[in-house]
Nanobody, 127 residues
Framework: QVQLVESGGGLVQAGGSLRLSCAAS????????MGWFRQAPGKEREFVAA????????KYVDSVKGRFTISRDNAKNTVYLQMNSLKPEDTAVYSC????????????????????WGQGTQVTVSS
């Protein structure tokens, strides 16, 4: 498993941007598919985006396609979530997660597939 720490959350007006970072410790980061999930008050945790350990395959929930971009820098043990054109409905606690896998193009979509989780960072979008 890896230890994950998110940063970059905050308060932003609708239409603004934020970039979330997730720093991982451990030598196995480059063999982990990485995902971002979010949970709004009173709602279930929702898949947002994920990236294979090769970086060559990404997936997004429909509501963020064209606005959010997931990327990773294996040399820095960090995965990013660039969020543009933010909307009030994007308000949630965002958490990153890691799934160790031998498959370079595998992108897990279900939270059940991830073994390691960060504590989360709050993103609040005001209207």
């Amino acid at each position: 498993q890896v230890q994950l720490v998110e940063s970059g959350g905050g308060l932003v007006q609708a239409g603004g941007s934020l970039r979330l970072s997730c720093a991982a410790s451990g030598r196995t980061f480059s063999s982990n598919a990485m995902g971002w999930f979010r949970q709004a008050p009173g709602k279930e945790r929702e898949f947002v985006a994920a990236i294979s350990w090769s970086g060559g395959n990404t997936k997004y929930v429909d509501s963020v396609k064209g606005r959010f971009t997931i990327s990773r820098d294996n040399a820095k043990n960090t995965v990013y979530l660039q969020m543009n054109s933010l909307k009030p409905e994007d308000t949630a606690v965002y958490s990153c997660a890691a799934d160790q896998t031998e498959h370079a193009w595998y992108v897990p979509l279900s939270s059940r597939n991830y073994e390691s989780w960060g504590q989360g960072t709050q993103v609040t979008v005001s209207s």
